[in-house]
């Protein structure tokens, strides 16, 4: 039983650092789903980081 625990401890850990991430198309860096802004003006829709739409207005 006690075995059983700690496998499934180290499966969390392993998934623990998969993040969503996008990539911001004017830089092309990498960024945290939450720091990413979608600007509806563009067709197709333009999806960068905080930055990148500050910068934009
Ligand atoms: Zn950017």
């Known amino acids: 039983m006690a075995a059983e625990t ?3 401890e180290s499966k969390a850990k392993k998934q623990k650092p998969r993040e969503i991430k996008f990539r911001c198309q004017l830089c092309g860096k990498d960024k945290p789903l939450q720091e990413m802004v979608s600007i ?3 067709r197709p829709v333009l999806v960068v980081c905080q930055d990148c739409a500050r910068e934009m207005r």
């Open 6 to 8: 700690t496998r499934e």
């Open 40 to 42: 509806t003006r563009f």
